[in-house]
C-alpha cells in the first residue's frame, strides 16, 4: 500500500526558511524511473508544481522559485526533503509530495498536504 | 515554460446532463516519436488532494467512472462527464507532464444547477 505523509512547521514567519519532508511507504526511491513531487496550493488558488527528484538524484525545480528551493532524498528514510528560502506570506498554501511511479509519467499517489502559513 | 489555461472556470450543470472542460496548452504536449499527447486530468475534492482521473488524454486511471472521458490533441483537450452524478462537484484541473516544470490549468469549478 502506497502512502505519503508530508510534515513541518504550520507557521513560518517571512524571510525564514521552510523545511517539509515528505515520508513514503510502499515504494522505494532506489526503484529505477521513481520519483517523488512537491505541489503546492494557496487557499482557494490552483496547483502549482515545484520540484522533482528522481531515482538516480537528478532535480528539477519551478523555473520561478529554483533559486528559493533545494530538494533532497534519504532513501535509508524512505524521505524526500524540500527546502524553501526566504518565505513570504504569499507563500502561504497547503504543500502536497506526489508520486509518479516508474513506467508513467503522471502523479499516482498524493499525500493528503500541510497547510504552512506565512505569517509574522 | 507551458502554460496551461482552462475554459471555462466554473461550470454548473443538472445532474444526469453532460459536463464538458477544455484545457489548452501553450505548446504541443503530443510526442510525434510515440504519437502520445503527455495531458493528464485531475479531480479535486474540498479538503482532499488531487486524484488522477486521465492520462495520455484519454486513457482512464483505473477505477474511475466511464463517464469520465478525455479527448483531443496537440493543444487542445477536453474532459468530459457523460451524465453528471452529484459526486461529480470538484475542481478539475487538466495537466502536462510532456517537459519540466511540469504545470496546471488554473482548475474549472463543477456544480450542480
Known amino acids: 500500500q502506497v502512502t505519503l505523509k508530508e510534515s513541518g512547521p504550520a507557521l513560518v514567519k517571512p524571510t525564514q526558511t521552510l523545511t517539509l519532508t515528505c515520508t513514503f511507504s510502499g515504494f522505494s526511491l532506489n526503484t529505477n524511473g521513481m520519483r517523488v513531487n512537491w505541489i503546492r496550493q494557496p487557499p482557494g488558488k490552483a496547483l502549482e508544481w515545484l520540484a522533482r527528484i528522481d531515482w538516480d538524484n537528478d532535480k528539477f525545480y519551478s523555473t520561478s522559485l529554483r533559486t528559493r528551493l533545494t530538494i533532497s532524498k534519504d532513501t535509508s528514510k524512505n524521505q524526500v526533503v524540500l527546502t524553501m528560502t526566504n518565505m513570504d506570506p504569499v507563500d502561504t498554501a497547503t504543500y502536497y509530495c506526489?508520486?509518479?511511479?516508474?513506467?508513467?509519467?503522471?502523479?499516482?499517489?498524493w499525500g493528503q498536504g500541510t497547510l504552512v502559513t506565512v505569517s509574522s | 515554460d507551458i502554460v496551461m489555461t482552462q475554459s471555462p472556470d466554473s461550470l454548473a450543470v443538472s445532474l444526469g446532463e453532460r459536463a464538458t472542460i477544455n484545457c489548452k496548452s501553450s505548446?504541443?504536449?503530443?510526442?510525434?516519436?510515440?504519437?502520445?499527447?503527455?495531458l493528464a486530468w485531475y479531480q479535486q475534492k474540498p479538503g482532499q488532494p488531487p486524484k488522477l482521473l486521465i492520462y495520455?488524454?484519454?486513457r482512464r486511471e483505473s477505477g474511475v467512472p466511464d463517464r469520465f472521458s478525455g479527448s483531443g490533441s496537440g493543444t487542445d483537450f477536453t474532459l468530459t462527464i457523460s451524465s453528471l452524478q452529484a459526486e461529480d462537484v470538484a475542481v478539475y484541473y487538466c495537466q502536462q507532464y510532456a517537459s519540466t516544470p511540469y504545470s496546471f490549468g488554473q482548475g474549472t469549478k463543477l456544480e450542480i444547477k
Open positions: 506526489a508520486r509518479i511511479p516508474t513506467g508513467s509519467d503522471v502523479f499516482d499517489y
Open positions: 505548446q504541443s504536449v503530443l510526442y510525434s516519436s510515440n504519437n502520445k499527447n503527455y
Open positions: 495520455w488524454a484519454s
